[in-house]
């Protein structure tokens, strides 16, 4: 759980400093672009987890599945803020893209270092 809970502190933390030098409307399209991201990314590493705590050799099809997924929701969801909400696309997407690329960042980054502790795990026996 440490890597949502990274997550999670890093994404509150930086829309918090974009919140101090941003009017109003900004601040909500800001948070608007870091919700989903981070329910995904968040989402999807404690299915990670879990998976692989239970049977890592289902992690490349969960994964994949999870992707599919996430192509969909995230088509809907940049749809839905945009044309639902009205958010003003520039603040929306710039967000949106930051707080995706970031938040996969560490998840990509997390997920090797569980994948190398199995790597390690195996050299030694």
């Known amino acids: 759980m440490k890597p949502v809970a990274v997550m999670v502190a890093g994404s509150v933390g ?12 900004t601040r909500v399209e800001v948070l608007f672009g870091m919700a989903g991201p981070l329910a995904m990314a968040a989402g999807s590493w404690v299915l990670v987890e879990r998976t692989f ?3 890592a050799q ?5 994964m994949i599945a999870a992707f599919a997924f996430k192509v969909v929701f995230f088509g809907a969801y940049v749809v839905a803020m945009i044309a639902l909400l009205s958010l003003r696309p520039a ?5 949106f893209v930051g707080y995706f690329v970031g938040l996969y960042l560490i998840e990509a980054l997390y997920l090797r270092r569980m994948l190398a502790g199995t790597r390690d795990t195996k050299r030694e026996r």
């Open 91 to 95: 603040p929306f997407v710039a967000s």
């Open 58 to 62: 289902l992690l490349t099809s969960v």
């Open 53 to 55: 705590a239970r049977n």
């Open 14 to 25: 930086a829309w918090t400093v974009a919140a101090l030098m941003v009017d109003a409307r």
